[in-house]
């Protein structure tokens, strides 16, 4: 029999066949089961005023320190002459100077070779370029270096101070002082400048003074788990963001600042219920107490702290141990050092100026201060030293 299809012909059986086993497939007399798409869920909608505006990364960052134009970080050499930010302080303080460190402007990257301009910020390409995105390690002013540090490590690049153990120890070395209460003209105001991104490495950044004969704790794991700069603090705004305190601190404590996280009564207090800032606090005032016995008892220049207006420590003229307005000037500054109290005042700052030093690494900053008492003869005996793991 033919199977060739003509139109004198007609189709061939089996196509015929085929044809019908089709058409009973899609009238659903077969077994195979045509799958209904799922409705399409419509999203209510945003009741007003309730409805958040979206916000550009932009807008966030003009919110923070980095953005700010008028900010002493980024105007102190404004009146200079020339106006130009140094060599020593461009890579934090500018645009040009980091972009420089990096090696964006075809420079060697890892140093900064020219003075920047005045009048930059930090700005979006300052962090976001190849370069920096590249970048996953820090090296401290002691010559130790963190690694592993990923999108932070931007962060910590100019959030980790200029000074070390070993910078105070060379200047001490420099100046010839064998004797650590001998004042020597030599010696001269020395802090760390700003550490608070050194403060949760700890004894692996050597940022602090630390003492020869005593061991300090190293980077701060939270639940064994190291939490970056940007795990807490916002990218952009960099405010911290207390809701991933809350994810594991469930307490009815409201703020950061409430925090603790065992019931050692560090200070010697009794108090043990305050967050673990306050423990931190009272010793650090205990030194401040200590800092100015010695400067008036063994010095024999009192001394007086001004906590706005650098180097924060100055004469006090007429030893009432209180700040007076004519005291706080540049042309009044400390001067009267010795290497005991170099070092004091070093840690003091070191914890003074990191307002979160409670939470980066509060055995650290309590490790510090209550060995820097301890050196001044300040009485520690009711207080408790963190151990070190």
Same mark, same amino acid.
């Given at each position: 029999?033919?199977?060739?299809?003509?139109?004198?012909?007609?189709?061939?059986?089996?196509?015929?066949?085929?044809?019908?086993?089709?058409?009973?497939?899609?009238?659903?007399?077969?077994?195979?089961?045509?799958?209904?798409?799922?409705?399409?869920?419509?999203?209510?909608?945003?009741?007003?005023?309730?409805?958040?505006?979206?916000?550009?990364?932009?807008?966030?960052?003009?919110?923070?320190?980095?953005?700010?134009? #008028?900010?002493?970080?980024?105007?102190?050499?404004?009146?200079?002459?020339?106006?130009?930010?140094?060599?020593?302080?461009?890579?934090?303080?500018?645009?040009?100077?980091?972009?420089?460190?990096?090696?964006?402007?075809?420079?060697?990257?890892?140093?900064?070779?020219?003075?920047?301009?005045? #009048?930059?910020?930090?700005?979006?390409?300052?962090?976001?370029?190849?370069?920096?995105?590249?970048?996953?390690?820090?090296?401290?002013?002691?010559?130790?270096?963190?690694?592993?540090?990923?999108?932070?490590?931007?962060?910590?690049?100019?959030?980790?101070?200029?000074?070390?153990?070993?910078?105070?120890?060379?200047?001490?070395?420099?100046? #010839?002082?064998?004797?650590?209460?001998?004042?020597?003209?030599?010696?001269?105001?020395?802090?760390?400048?700003?550490?608070?991104?050194?403060?949760?490495?700890?004894?692996?950044?050597?940022?602090?003074?630390?003492?020869?004969?005593?061991?300090?704790?190293?980077?701060?794991?939270?639940?064994?788990?190291?939490?970056?700069?940007?795990?807490?603090?916002?990218?952009?705004?960099?405010?911290?963001?207390?809701?991933?305190?809350?994810?594991?601190?469930?307490?009815?404590?409201?703020?950061?600042?409430?925090?603790?996280?065992?019931?050692?009564?560090?200070?010697?207090?009794?108090?043990?219920?305050?967050?673990?800032?306050?423990?931190?606090?009272?010793? @650090?005032?205990?030194?401040?107490?200590?800092? @100015?016995?010695?400067?008036?008892?063994?010095?024999?220049?009192?001394?007086?702290?001004?906590?706005?207006?650098?180097?924060?420590?100055?004469?006090?003229?007429?030893?009432?141990?209180?700040?007076?307005?004519?005291?706080?000037?540049?042309?009044?500054?400390?001067?009267?050092?010795?290497?005991?109290?170099?070092?004091?005042?070093?840690?003091?700052?070191?914890?003074?100026?990191?307002?979160?030093?409670?939470?980066?690494?509060?055995?650290?900053?309590? @490790?510090?201060?209550?060995?820097?008492?301890?050196?001044?003869?300040?009485?520690?005996?009711?207080?408790?030293?963190?151990?070190?793991?």
């Amino acid at each position: 029999m033919s199977t060739k299809w003509t139109p004198e012909t007609g189709m061939p059986w089996i196509a015929v066949l085929l044809l019908l086993g089709l058409a009973a497939l899609l009238s659903g007399c077969g077994t195979v089961e045509v799958p209904t798409p799922p409705a399409i869920a419509e999203c209510p909608e945003c009741p007003e005023p309730d409805c958040p505006e979206p916000v550009l990364h932009e807008d966030l960052w003009a919110l923070s320190g980095h953005a700010d134009s #008028g900010a002493e970080a980024f105007v102190h050499w404004d009146e200079d002459d020339p106006p130009e930010v140094p060599v020593a302080c461009a890579k934090c303080h500018s645009r040009p100077g980091f972009l420089d460190f990096l090696g964006v402007d075809g420079t060697e990257a890892g140093t900064v070779e020219s003075a920047a301009q005045v #009048g930059t910020t930090v700005t979006c390409f300052v962090c976001h370029n190849e370069a920096s995105t590249d970048m996953d390690s820090v090296a401290f002013a002691s010559g130790t270096k963190a690694r592993g540090l990923g999108p932070d490590a931007r962060c910590v690049e100019c959030h980790q101070g200029r000074a070390a153990t070993v910078t105070v120890d060379d200047a001490i070395a420099e100046a #010839g002082v064998t004797d650590d209460d001998a004042t020597s003209e030599e010696l001269g105001f020395m802090y760390a400048h700003y550490a608070s991104g050194a403060m949760p490495f700890g004894a692996e950044g050597e940022v602090a003074y630390q003492y020869s004969a005593r061991t300090y704790s190293g980077r701060f794991d939270r639940g064994g788990e190291f939490f970056g700069c940007s795990r807490c603090h916002d990218k952009h705004t960099l405010e911290l963001q207390f809701e991933t305190c809350q994810a594991c601190h469930t307490s009815a404590r409201t703020e950061a600042r409430e925090i603790r996280v065992d019931t050692t009564d560090y200070d010697g207090d009794g108090d043990i219920e305050e967050g673990i800032v306050g423990e931190i606090e009272t010793i @650090q005032e205990a030194l401040y107490v200590s800092i @100015q016995a010695y400067a008036n008892d063994v010095v024999g220049t009192p001394i007086v702290r001004d906590p706005g207006a650098y180097p924060y420590f100055f004469v006090d003229s007429d030893g009432d141990g209180e700040l007076d307005p004519d005291e706080g000037v540049r042309d009044n500054q400390y001067s009267t050092w010795t290497p005991r109290l170099l070092r004091a005042v070093y840690n003091y700052l070191f914890v003074s100026l990191d307002p979160g030093a409670f939470a980066h690494n509060k055995d650290y900053a309590v @490790q510090v201060l209550y060995d820097s008492l301890a050196d001044m003869g300040g009485d520690v005996s009711g207080m408790t030293r963190p151990a070190t793991e």
